[in-house]
């Protein structure tokens, strides 16, 4: 079952536009990754965020965590071409215990 | 981090007949773990896998089906036996390092006619 449900579904944005995607997850979690996929390819890992944690950057990746909602957001700030992937969100913890649950993911395109 | 390499990287395969996807890791795991990902969706866990010791399958996923190797700390094989088409989909190896994060192959995507 998944844990994760990001929205929205699908996204497109104009180069140089910032892309926000929502995670809402259902049960108590240890940590939050994002994680993105070119191409149906293998996925790569973004970044971590753990259950204590309210706020993460990497690069032009910016990553809240708001547990008293079950949410986190991920935010792309200047989009570029290169950006255009799926993204998704994936939680351990809780019923889960060590595995990781990924939720449906988001469809990002940038546009050139 | 862990580099792992994924063969084949896609194959077309008839119904009935049976594909072994390799994965290969460039250090030594103690687990790893096999995916699927059917078109348009997310990744579901197959089955974890321990050297010395049978996988562990999550629920709606059995051996007969997905048979694993993990013959040592490097290699493992998710075998896709008596394929129908709804076994069409993405096969995905991981490894996670001590951080909890996941290193993924590049993927099988396997069509199944």
């Known amino acids: 079952s998944q844990q994760g449900e990001e929205d929205p579904q699908a996204l497109s944005i104009q180069e140089g536009e910032n892309a926000t995607m929502n995670c809402s997850y259902k049960t108590s979690i240890n940590n939050l990754q994002w994680y993105r996929q070119n191409s149906g390819r293998g996925l790569v890992h973004l970044i971590l965020?753990?259950?204590?944690?309210r706020e993460k950057h990497s690069g032009r990746l910016r990553v809240t965590l708001d547990t008293s909602k079950k949410s986190s957001s991920l935010l792309i700030t200047a989009s570029r071409a290169a950006d255009t992937a799926s993204y998704f969100c994936?939680?351990?913890?809780?019923?889960?215990?060590?595995?990781?649950?990924f939720g449906a993911g988001t469809i990002l395109r940038v546009k050139s | 981090s862990a580099v792992i390499s994924q063969k084949p990287s896609r194959d077309i395969c008839q119904r009935g007949t049976s594909l072994t996807i390799q994965c290969q890791v460039d250090?030594?795991?103690?687990?790893m773990f096999w995916y699927r990902q059917q078109p348009g969706q997310s990744l579901t866990l197959i089955a974890t896998a321990n050297q010395g010791s049978e996988a562990t399958y999550e629920s709606g996923f059995v051996i007969d089906k997905f048979p694993i190797s993990r013959p040592n700390l490097t290699f493992s094989t998710l075998t896709v036996s008596n394929m129908s088409p709804e076994d069409s989909s993405i096969y995905l190896c991981?490894?996670?390092?001590?951080?909890?994060?996941?290193?993924f192959g590049s993927g099988t995507q396997l069509s199944v006619l």
């Open positions: 250090s030594q795991v103690t687990m």
């Open positions: 965020i753990r259950s204590n944690e």
């Open positions: 994936a939680t351990d913890g809780g019923e889960y215990g060590n595995k990781l649950v």
């Open positions: 991981s490894v996670v390092d001590l951080g909890l994060k996941l290193f």
